[in-house]
Nanobody
Framework: QVQLVESGGGLVQAGGSLRLSCATSGRSFSSYAMGWFRQAPGKEREFVAAIRWIGGSIYYADSVKGRFIISRDIAGNTVYLQMNSLKPEDTAVYYC????????????????WGQGTQVTVSS
C-alpha cells in the first residue's frame, strides 16, 4: 500500500522557518516526481514545488521561489520542503504528492497524496 506521510507543520511567527517532511513507502518512487501543494481556507489548492526523484530537476511556484527549498533523501525515501522567511499568506495545509514521470505543477496529474500537515504563520 502506497503511503505518503507529511510531518513538520506547526505554528511559527512571520520571518521564521519550518521544514516539512514527506515519508514515502509502499513502492519505489524512482521513476516518479514528488510535489508539494498547499490549500488555504476558502482557497483552491495551489502548487508549491516539485522535484524529480532521480535526476533532481526542480520547479518552484513564483510565490515561494527564493524562500522555499525542496529536496529529497533517496536512501531515506523522504522528500523535504524547507520553508524560510515565512509570511502569513503561507498559512495553509501542505500536501505531499507523487506522480509518475516529470515534475508538474498540476495537481490532477498526481497519483498519490498524503493527508496534509497544517502550517500557520502568525504576523
Amino acid at each position: 500500500q502506497v503511503q505518503l506521510v507529511e510531518s513538520g507543520g506547526g505554528l511559527v511567527q512571520a520571518g521564521g522557518s519550518l521544514r516539512l517532511s514527506c515519508a514515502t513507502s509502499g513502492r519505489s518512487f524512482s521513476s516518479y516526481a514528488m510535489g508539494w501543494f498547499r490549500q488555504a481556507p476558502g482557497k483552491e489548492r495551489e502548487f508549491v514545488a516539485a522535484i524529480r526523484w532521480i535526476g533532481g530537476s526542480i520547479y518552484y511556484a513564483d510565490s515561494v521561489k527564493g524562500r522555499f527549498i525542496i529536496s529529497r533523501d533517496i536512501a531515506g525515501n523522504t522528500v523535504y520542503l524547507q520553508m524560510n522567511s515565512l509570511k502569513p499568506e503561507d498559512t495553509a495545509v501542505y500536501y505531499c504528492a507523487a506522480r509518475r514521470g516529470s515534475v508538474s505543477m498540476w495537481g490532477y496529474e498526481y497519483d498519490y497524496w498524503g493527508q496534509g500537515t497544517q502550517v500557520t504563520v502568525s504576523s
